[in-house]
Nanobody, 115 residues
Framework: QVQLVESGGGLVPPGGSLRLSCLRSGSIFGLRTMAWYRQVPGKERELVARINSGDTTNYADSVKGRFTISRDYAWNTVSLQMNNLELEDSADYYC?????????WGQGTQVTVSS
């Protein structure tokens, strides 16, 4: 059974940086995409960034140039480096894995950008 555990959230002032990490346990099968989503109360969960088996990355327009998604060689950890954070980046951030058996989610980590 795959488990995803996020870490690295916290309180940061505007313009600051945070690095989120997603630690995966359990076997992974076939082609895969790992991603970071975020959600604020009352809104739908939105894609922030993703990386696939070919190491192609995609980003939401709102974070391009500020956020970077990366992974380690074995896909054990996927990270999201967030720079120049804005108030609008405040949200719960979730790690997501899609592979042959379906989709898996972590429990989330909270990011608050505030002065």
């Amino acid at each position: 059974q795959v488990q995803l555990v996020e870490s690295g959230g916290g309180l940061v002032p505007p313009g600051g940086s945070l690095r989120l990490s997603c630690l995966r346990s359990g076997s992974i099968f076939g082609l895969r995409t790992m991603a970071w989503y975020r959600q604020v109360p009352g809104k739908e969960r939105e894609l922030v960034a993703r990386i696939n088996s070919g190491d192609t990355t995609n980003y939401a327009d709102s974070v391009k140039g500020r956020f970077t998604i990366s992974r380690d060689y074995a896909w054990n950890t996927v990270s999201l480096q967030m720079n120049n954070l804005e108030l609008e980046d405040s949200a719960d951030y979730y790690c997501n894995l899609i592979e042959a058996r379906g989709a898996f989610w972590g429990q989330g980590t909270q990011v608050t950008v505030s002065s």
